[in-house]
């Protein structure tokens, strides 16, 4: 079956300027994480949503924000591009069930560059 | 925060075993996983144990849990140059869901 899918994967911006980013989940799967990897700060939950609610947020500003469509797609949006936004963006979905471990299947990334 | 350490590095001659060391801090850690990333690509979960565990095997990869410790490692047997890339731990507590990741361990095999 068809991976985790996530476009773009590479993308150029400017400071100041926003981007929205797009993630397909495996077909079946509801919930919808993203994460942050900077070589920095390594990698960063930022939000969880689920049947188009988000369930848990990381600690990250309100420049970053999400949604989840009733087809479980997902996309993030940053506001008011920073240099440190420079980052590899990855989603990654799960079925969703809050017991048992939580399996992730991850995207391969959406590679932001702001200059 | 909670915290969960690897070192940086780790070299291995091909055919060897690759031992990979993790530490946490959180003592509600429920589950504990293993994951892989490639260069330009996502990660891979390569298994994961319940924290009442000691020890998972799953084929050539071997995972021991000290919950007393607070220490995690993973065992690649035979490893080969193809097994070269970054390997993550990461642990999620309690009823949260989020997983919180080590900085990672670049392992290079040599051949």
């Known amino acids: 079956k068809a991976g985790v899918t996530q476009t773009p994967r590479y993308l150029i911006k400017t400071r100041g300027q926003q981007v929205t980013l797009s993630c397909s989940p495996i077909s079946g799967h509801r919930s919808v994480s993203w994460y942050q990897q900077t070589p920095g700060q390594g990698l960063q939950f930022l939000f969880e949503y689920f049947s188009e609610t988000q369930r848990n947020k990381g600690n990250f500003p309100g420049r970053f924000s999400g949604r989840q469509f009733s087809n479980s797609r997902s996309e993030m949006n940053v506001s008011t591009l920073e240099l440190g936004d420079s980052a590899l963006y990855l989603c990654?979905?799960?079925?969703?069930?809050?017991?048992?471990?939580?399996?992730?299947?991850f995207g391969a990334g959406s590679r932001l560059t702001v200059l | 925060g909670e915290d969960v350490e690897q070192s940086l590095f780790l070299s291995v001659r091909e055919g060897d075993s690759s031992v990979i060391n993790c530490t946490y801090t959180?003592?509600?850690?429920?589950?504990l996983y293993w994951y892989k990333q490639e260069p330009g690509a996502g990660l891979q979960l390569l298994t994961y144990?319940?924290?009442?565990?000691d020890m998972k095997q799953d084929q050539r990869l071997t995972v021991l849990l000290n919950k007393k410790d607070k220490h995690l490692s993973l065992r690649i047997a035979d490893t080969q140059t193809g097994d070269s890339a970054i390997y993550f731990c990461?642990?999620?507590?309690?009823?949260?869901?989020?997983?919180?990741f080590g900085s990672g361990t670049q392992l290079t095999v040599l051949p």
């Open positions: 144990i319940f924290s009442n565990m």
């Open positions: 990461a642990e999620t507590s309690g009823s949260a869901r989020q997983l919180t």
């Open positions: 959180d003592s509600s850690s429920t589950y």
């Open positions: 990654a979905s799960s079925l969703g069930g809050v017991a048992g471990a939580n399996v992730l299947t």
